[in-house]
Structure formats: C-alpha cells, structure tokens
C-alpha cells in the first residue's frame, strides 16, 4: 500500500471539507456544526497516524529528520485551534477567522509535506518499505477511527 498516496488523499477530503465550510455563512449554524465535526475528524485521524507511523521514521532519515520535529510541531498547532474552535459558537465572527487561520496553517503543513517530506521520505524508503509504512497507517487510522465518538 502506497503511504503518499494515502496520506495525499487525506488531504484532498480535508481541501474538500474547507471549500464547504468557506460556503457557508455565519447563519448556517447546523450545516458549519456537521461540517466542522467532519473536519475535525479527518484532520486528528491524520495527524495522529503520521506521529505514530511517519513522523517515527522521517526522524530516522538524515533528509527528512528536521522536517518531521517540525510537523509534530504543525501539528500541535493545529489541534489547539481546533480544540479553540470547538469551544466557539460557529456563527460567530471570531470563529470564521479562526477557522481561515487554521486553514491557512493546514495549507502550509501540506505543501511540506508534498513538497518536501513525502519526496524525500519515498526517495529514502524501498518499495518494500514504503508499503509496509503504507499498511501501518492504514492499520493506525483504522484503529483510530474507531475509537472516534460516532
């Protein structure tokens, strides 16, 4: 199983997930609600499987070991707005620029890591390594997911 391939399409359903929510305005309280929860999902599901199973190894690759601090590090980022998130009223002002923020830092993580990290990680790793990886993650997020409240 392809580990690059995994993780990219993780983020195109979270680049998904973002347009919707840009789509909505502060008074669809119910449809933002869903949408964040999704969101919210997809995005600690992943994090969580890269510190578990990519990160560990990017730090054992010269190439790829500052850039993996520095995605855990992203990734502390991200979860505290989101848990920021989840505390304000999504029809709010403060919310939908918190949101932009988080979908500004979002961004920058995932240009990183297509850009840089995951080259670099599928450049160092055989093929056999790679598709091990692959199916740890996959094995991690399933794990994960279901352990997330329904």
Same mark, same amino acid.
């Given at each position: 199983?392809? +580990?690059?391939? %995994?993780?990219?399409?993780?983020?195109?359903?979270?680049? *998904?997930?973002?347009?919707?929510?840009?789509?909505?305005?502060?008074?669809?309280?119910?449809?933002?609600?869903?949408?964040? *929860?999704? @969101?919210?999902?997809?995005? /600690?599901?992943? !994090? %969580?499987?890269?510190? !578990?199973? @990519?990160? +560990?190894?990017?730090? *054992?690759?010269?190439?790829?070991?500052?850039?993996?601090?520095?995605?855990?590090?992203?990734?502390?980022?991200?979860?505290?707005?989101?848990?920021?998130?989840?505390? @304000?009223? +999504?029809? /709010?002002?403060?919310? /939908?620029?918190?949101?932009?923020? @988080?979908?500004?830092?979002?961004?920058?993580?995932?240009?990183?890591?297509?850009?840089?990290?995951?080259?670099? /990680?599928?450049? !160092?790793?055989?093929?056999?390594?790679?598709?091990?990886?692959?199916?740890?993650?996959?094995?991690?997020?399933?794990?994960? %997911?279901?352990?997330?409240?329904?």
């Amino acid at each position: 199983m392809d +580990p690059i391939a %995994l993780l990219k399409a993780d983020h195109r359903k979270v680049e *998904e997930l973002f347009k919707k929510l840009e789509d909505t305005t502060e008074r669809a309280v119910k449809t933002r609600t869903e949408l964040f *929860e999704k @969101l919210r999902m997809e995005l /600690t599901v992943h !994090a %969580l499987a890269e510190e !578990a199973v @990519l990160y +560990p190894e990017n730090k *054992e690759i010269p190439s790829t070991r500052e850039l993996g601090f520095e995605a855990v590090e992203e990734h502390h980022v991200v979860k505290i707005l989101l848990d920021e998130l989840s505390e @304000l009223s +999504p029809d /709010t002002e403060e919310w /939908t620029a918190k949101l932009s923020v @988080l979908k500004e830092n979002v961004q920058h993580h995932v240009k990183e890591e297509e850009g840089e990290i995951f080259p670099k /990680t599928k450049k !160092a790793l055989s093929a056999e390594e790679l598709d091990e990886m692959g199916a740890r993650l996959f094995e991690e997020k399933e794990k994960l %997911l279901g352990h997330m409240p329904a």
